[in-house]
């Protein structure tokens, strides 16, 4: 198993501005994803970090936007830049071995 | 690309009533399945996958791959059961990222 500790567990921010969401686990893991979730909506993968390479974006997240850092094996960062309104959601991390594990996620508003 | 469908939003039944949520999938290939359970104030967690084939909770999922399903089963609900039911998928590739289900609200009341 694998133990994910997620900060901040929620912030509000003001629009323009960036945040820092950080990801540590208590295991080496070679893969790390990053989840958004939306209000209403179901969990959507942002990217997937690993280490020692840039990370791999899906599509409609662009890395000016959402940039990773994957310095570690057992530590990730997701940055959302220029916020806006739009990026109000629930950002989780996730790593997996025969299941997945998260993050407690955070709350990210946007005003 | 694979998707993963759960046409209700909300679920409720009362206590000892019996619960199916539905998943339905679409893979070419073979998928690894799993239900992945968030209660109130807890972080998502996994309640069963397809290969294990194992009972949680008194919870059971069977693949079905010609209906492309994976409906989650159980026969007396329980309060306690009450939180958000998200399916999940992941891709024979080796690639290890999950794509889920929009997830249904389950409440049992008393």
């Known amino acids: 198993s694998a133990v994910i500790s997620q900060k901040p567990s929620r912030d509000i921010c003001q629009r323009g501005t960036s945040l820092t969401i950080q990801c540590q686990v208590d295991?080496?893991?070679?893969?790390m994803f990053w989840y958004r979730q939306q209000p209403g909506q179901s969990l959507t993968l942002i990217a997937t970090?690993?280490?020692?390479?840039?990370?791999?974006?899906e599509s409609g997240f662009v890395i000016d936007k959402f940039p990773i850092s994957r310095p570690n094996l057992t530590f990730s960062t997701l940055t959302v830049s220029n916020m806006s309104p739009e990026d109000s959601s629930i950002y989780l991390c996730?790593?997996?071995?025969?299941?997945?594990?998260f993050g407690q996620g955070t709350r990210l508003t946007v005003v | 690309a694979q998707r993963v469908t759960q046409p209700e939003k909300l679920l409720s039944v009362f206590k000892g009533a019996p619960v199916e949520l539905k998943c339905n999938y679409s893979?070419?290939?073979?998928?690894?399945l799993f239900w992945y359970v968030q209660y109130s104030r807890q972080r998502l967690q996994l309640l069963l996958r397809?290969?294990s084939r194992e009972s949680i909770k008194g919870f059971t999922a069977d693949l079905n791959k010609g209906e492309t399903s994976f409906h989650l089963k159980k026969p007396f609900a329980q309060e306690e059961d009450s939180a958000m039911y998200y399916c999940?998928?992941?891709?024979?590739?080796?690639?290890?990222?999950?794509?889920f289900g929009s997830g249904t609200r389950l409440q049992v009341q008393p």
């Open positions: 970090a690993n280490q020692g390479s840039e990370a791999t974006y």
């Open positions: 295991s080496q893991v070679t893969m």
């Open positions: 999940a998928l992941t891709m024979d590739t080796g690639r290890r990222a999950l794509t």
């Open positions: 397809h290969i």
């Open positions: 996730s790593v997996r071995d025969t299941e997945a594990f």
């Open positions: 893979y070419s290939g073979s998928p690894e």
